[in-house]
């Protein structure tokens, strides 16, 4: 007779926790999969951006002459390290008009939705509990994650963004004969009828090339957030072990602090550089579409 396995409470409770508040109510099983649609990255993606225009806007709008409040002295140190990184890197001028705003975006958003990760675990599902929400299986907000960035879709979506402004700005200073002509001439040039010998190696590398700088941007993303979400996850088992007042209880319980804690505190350098990382190689990126090789 064949015995009957089952995962254990530790490892059902870090899986409910990867699953989303979805469309189908389950764990997408694919790396990519257009029919599914998850609710609550939509929900807290859109809602950090809107923080985010807010906060600018209300710099904005307080902006004064004379000494400068705290809120606006904050963002005005912000707007002119983004500037100096855009125009280091971006040689256009025309160009920085939009991408040094895009840049100052993305670095405040990203933050914004990072910095989720410090909330408590389970604040998602107490909070549903007390307003009677979700408490069945089958509800669809019995599954709830707060972290955007620890969703695939999210940070892909954003590096797709940059690889399609990469082909604008390659297209728009280069012009579009000449960014073809580029894809299938460079790296190796070649003359006469080695042009043509090298043309498929040219342009299978600069295929390459664009792949690679967009995944790498969305998967550096995805990976040290899930990967910090998965530690959250797992400081939180300790203080659910409580069993009573005893001595492994109580351990754990000191343990689940102490970790907690010391980790929070480091993983606020993890959220401020994967967005820094993120806007500068959005820079660099958009820098070298001006460029030839």
């Known amino acids: 007779m064949a015995a009957e396995s089952s995962a254990s409470p530790q490892a059902e409770y870090i899986q409910h ?3 989303h508040y979805n469309n189908i109510g389950e764990k997408q099983t694919l790396i990519a999969d257009f029919n599914v649609i998850n609710y609550d990255t939509i929900f807290w993606s859109l809602l950090m951006g809107v923080i985010a225009l807010f906060v600018m806007w209300l710099a904005a709008r307080r902006a004064s002459a004379g000494v400068p409040g705290r809120l606006q002295s904050a963002v005005e140190m912000l707007i002119d390290m983004v500037d100096q990184q855009a ?10 008009k939009f991408v040094s705003p895009l840049a100052l975006t993305v670095f405040v958003w990203i933050i914004l939705m990072n910095a989720l990760d410090l909330l408590p675990v389970d604040l998602p599902h107490y909070t549903f509990h007390l307003l009677g929400i979700g408490l069945q299986v089958t509800d669809p907000l019995h599954y709830h994650r707060i972290l955007p960035t620890a969703d695939l879709n999210a940070p892909m979506g954003m590096a797709l963004g940059v690889l399609l402004l990469m082909f604008y700005y390659g297209i728009k200073i280069k012009h579009p004969l000449g960014f073809v002509k580029e894809l299938f001439t460079a790296p190796f040039h070649g003359h006469g009828i080695m042009v043509l010998v090298l043309a498929p190696a040219n342009f299978l590398l600069n295929l390459v090339e664009y792949a690679a700088k967009s995944v790498s941007l969305g998967m550096r993303l995805f ?3 899930f990967a910090g979400e998965l530690v959250f996850m797992l400081i939180a088992l300790l203080g ?3 069993t009573g007042w005893n001595a492994m209880s109580i351990g754990l319980g000191v343990g689940h602090i102490l970790a ?23 820079l660099v990126y958009i820098g070298q ?3 030839g090789h």
């Open 223 to 225: 990976g040290n957030m």
């Open 17 to 19: 926790h990867l699953v």
């Open 240 to 242: 659910g072990a409580w």
């Open 87 to 96: 125009r280091s890197i971006v040689p256009s001028e025309t160009t920085r």
């Open 289 to 291: 579409a001006h460029e």
């Open 260 to 282: 907690g804690s010391v980790w929070a505190l480091f993983h606020i350098l993890i959220v401020l550089l994967q967005a820094f990382i993120f806007m500068m190689l959005t």
